[in-house]
């Protein structure tokens, strides 16, 4: 069984899923929802149908406080929809707030144009939340 990350944001989705084993985690793409979760939810959809995913984690984003953002809301009601949807998989949340910070530093540090680097640092803020998920178990 598998663990699906999920960097949920008002436009884009990155997402990463770990192996089988439950041992590594591995960016998956990028998904431009701009806002339409009918979008994401088809998609989802398929990857279910691909990969038996047994969680759900999504990144919660907090202040450097704790309290959440106000994006924190909108995350929320997403996971609403999820857990409706998919009702008999655990769905958790994780602690994001340096995952997009990280995957930034990481793309710098591996010189990646700014092109290449729009498409690509949100699946890898999902594999960071999905490691930060796999590390806290």
Do not use: W
């Amino acid at each position: 069984m598998r663990v699906l990350g999920i960097d949920y944001g008002d436009a884009k989705v990155g997402l990463a899923i770990t192996d089988a084993l439950g041992i590594t985690a591995q960016g998956l793409y990028t998904i431009v929802h701009k806002g339409n979760d009918k979008i994401l939810l088809k998609k989802l959809d398929e990857l279910m149908e691909h990969y038996e995913i047994s969680t759900i984690v999504v990144g919660m984003p907090y202040n450097m406080d704790g309290t959440k953002t106000q994006r924190a809301e909108v995350t929320e009601k997403f996971l609403h929809k999820l857990k409706c949807k998919y009702n008999k998989i655990k769905i958790e949340t994780i602690d994001e707030r340096y995952t997009t910070i990280a995957a930034n530093k990481t793309l710098n540090f591996l010189e990646v144009n700014k092109r290449k680097k729009k498409e690509i640092e949100d699946t890898l803020a999902a594999v960071y939340i999905l490691e930060t998920y796999m590390n806290k178990k």
